[in-house]
Nanobody, 126 residues
């Protein structure tokens, strides 16, 4: 059974930083495509970042240059380092894992991701 457990969310002031963690069990993040999505209240789920098993990374336009996705293979954990946070980054953040290797046209959509965490709330406010 695959489980993804996010942590690290919270309240932060604009311009601040947070690091989210996604601890995986049942599958190895090193050999999987893993991603972060977010969903703000009243809005659709939005792609944030993804990392393929070969280390290639991809980012949504709104977070490029501010967020960094990484992983710790020993801990089987995916991370999302978020810097220069803005109120518009307020959302529930989800990590997701794909069983296969998504083609590029689907990588930024929810469709290829078979497993999802429960989400962690990030609130950016002064």
């Amino acid at each position: 059974q695959v489980q993804l457990v996010e942590s690290g969310g919270g309240l932060v002031q604009p311009g601040g930083s947070l690091r989210l963690s996604c601890a995986a069990s049942g599958r190895t993040v090193r050999t999987s495509t893993v991603a972060w999505f977010r969903q703000a209240a009243g809005k659709e789920r939005e792609f944030v970042a993804a990392r393929r098993n070969n280390g290639a990374t991809y980012y949504g336009d709104s977070v490029k240059g501010r967020f960094t996705v990484s992983r710790d293979d020993d801990k089987n954990t995916l991370y999302l380092q978020m810097n220069s946070l803005e109120p518009e980054d307020t959302a529930v953040y989800y990590c997701a894992l794909a069983s296969g290797s998504p083609i590029m046209s689907y990588l930024r959509t929810a469709a290829p991701y078979d497993y999802w965490g429960q989400g962690t709330q990030v609130t950016v406010s002064s």
